[in-house]
């Protein structure tokens, strides 16, 4: 059993470092046909949901997203919101996330973003305009309290994609499989905290980027 976990774990290391040092960037100069909507985000915060006397507090982490689209067309929004830990554990936004928790969340900012949305309810466009900006709560279970730095990956900010060869996958002929990128907003960010008091993790933004995954 831990030599399966400990294969699949440098399984894991050795595609993401294929893909870090051979998949290419965003383009500096836009294609023609290319957009990539304005964003702000917050940090990643806590919330705890208690749902009755009874029950198991649950602890969530979530961020806001600010959408502007200027691009001087509707756009589509399709996005995946995934937040990655330094201990090999990958979690999709909104996997067993209680509506309980965003309603939470809207009352805590209603004052602020009273008109935030959930990401699974923002819908697919994203209207021009300052008017339309779209005001976006991302959330997420609580991670492994052993982690020590965390990524969040956010595409369907842009439609510009690549496709390169998949560094182990082949078809039926021996040819890679091909895999497609999108641009994605990478942010980045390290933890420090005592597991057994997670409501004091201290949170330290390291920096974003754009990169194609």
Sequence with gaps: MMRSLVFGALTICAIMTYVSFSAPEPAIVPNPGDWTVDVTFSHPQQ????PDALGTPRRFWYIILTLVNNTNQDIDFYSQCDLMTDTFEIIPAGRNVSPMVFELLKTRHKSRYPFLEPLQKAGNKILQGEDNAKDIVVIWPDFD???????VF???????????DHPVEKDEMGRPIQVYLRKTLELNYSLR?????RSDSDIAYKGKRWIMR
Aim: aromatic share 0%; net charge negative; no cysteine.
């Design 47 to 50: 919330i705890v949901l208690q």
């Design 193 to 197: 905290s005592d597991p057994a008091v």
């Design 145 to 151: 309290a052993q982690a020590n730095n965390l990524q």
């Design 154 to 164: 956010i595409s369907g900010l842009s439609n510009e994609t690549v496709a390169i």
